[in-house]
């Protein structure tokens, strides 16, 4: 079963790199390690019409979930759920229990309920809202075909905080029964070019494996290399198994070559 | 005239979140700052089909620029430019010049070129290498149509070196006559909700210029935003005037909400 991800971080500063983007990173990480498999993360400006454009493209592609961060908020760029419905041509109506969330903080601070504070309690038909333990406006859950669509702040403490008390939670009941498991090691002595055959030869007779050099130092001058072995399947025991297996290989072929392993 | 840019960062470190994205902060930065208006900045799998996909759609888009980081190394999933060759249709061929650059650093180093390092030198058919200086790979400069595609290595000193040194004086050649100049100050006890309406009046009220707030407080118990203002045209004094304008005008209308400015 089709258990891909696509992650969507949206905002000008974003893609402006007025900030770097620490939440493609918490979210790619989270989703990786429960087992679904991450396609692609995309950051695009405060846009409508693109947001929904690349929201209809990969919903083509029938993802299992697609994760969104920004644009909740109550400023005039802050389109998201709005670019949301438009991409699964639905209407964005105030949710009744969204609303309740949002009034209950500004009723606190004996604050009104304005046309700004309403707007964060907008969400596409039938979406679910998701609390925000930490911030004010909430996210969205939106099943859409064999979709769902989880709308996130932008904000890292707000969408950190709603991902491990209501979002990881109930992916957890959606993810694939898929075990993942990683090591990594670094070799010195041995260019990325010399090591690539090895690689190759590895990926092509382990299933379930996925090998990747990340190069460190100077291909010629004074090679370093870390590399990444990940395995994945569905029985914890045969995965560490062969993560082993390719780890203790990978390390004895590249003695051979005049590596030595560090760590 | 269109001054778009697309950045597209590939590789599953970096989907997967197993590291921080920090080319993307780098190369949306550089670019914003040339005057170039970025669009979306694109991470994805190593995969050939998948890649070849989003640059097509991408370059259907026809912006000014592309530029991809990663996927030039000499591993068998490092498949950056075939897919830059199958998304615009031309053959991937060993380029003589990037064969030469290849070269020359393993002779230094007494070794052969092998399968793997014969790779770097491949381009799409009439793509310019770019030099790399810091490590082994080449980059490719590739026009097609409206748009040059530049491709640039994943690791970022290489990026930079690259960028720096050859890339960025190309660019000021095609860079749009913008002049960018920005301003960024925090206020105190104005909760964002209350601010959207003064920023959506400013937005209306002036041309070339962008104005965000990013909270860094909580809503309702403690407000701080953080805010940004972006002024843009062709002559910088103007430009530099339309901020100044703003930012006091800004300033003014959030003391009169209350607001306490910082710095």
């Not at 370093?224 to 569905?234: D, K, R």
Request: hydrophobic content about 40%.
């Amino acid at each position: 079963m089709n258990s891909n991800a696509w992650i969507f971080t949206l905002g000008n500063e974003v893609v402006e790199g007025r900030i770097v983007n620490t939440n493609a990173a918490f979210l790619g990480r989270k989703l990786s390690l429960l087992g679904f498999s991450v396609i692609a993360n995309i950051s695009l400006r405060d846009d409508i019409n693109l947001i929904s454009k690349l929201l209809k493209y990969a919903l083509l592609e029938k993802p299992k979930i697609i994760i969104t961060t920004g644009g909740l908020g109550p400023t005039y760029d802050d389109r998201t759920l709005e670019a949301v419905a438009l991409a699964t041509d639905k209407k964005l109506v105030i949710n009744n229990d969204a609303f309740r969330m949002v009034k209950e903080k500004y009723d606190k601070a004996g604050l009104p309920m304005t046309e700004e504070r309403i707007k964060m309690a907008k969400l596409p038909e039938g979406a679910i809202p998701i609390p925000n333990p930490v911030g004010t406006a909430p996210g969205s859950w939106l099943k859409y075909n064999e979709t769902v669509i989880i709308s996130l702040p932008g904000v890292p403490r707000e969408l950190e905080a709603m991902w491990e008390s209501w979002v990881e939670p109930r992916l957890r009941k959606i993810a694939p029964n898929r075990i993942v498991l990683e090591h990594s090691f670094k070799i010195s002595k041995v260019p990325e070019s010399s090591a690539a055959p090895i690689l190759k030869n590895v990926m092509k007779k382990y299933c379930g494996v996925y090998v990747k050099t990340h190069p460190k130092g100077h291909e010629v001058r004074g090679p370093l290399l870390e590399v990444y072995v990940m395995a994945f399947g569905n029985n914890e025991k045969a995965v560490n198994n062969v993560l082993e297996r390719v780890v203790n290989e990978l390390k004895q072929r590249f003695k051979e070559l005049g590596g030595e392993i560090i760590n």
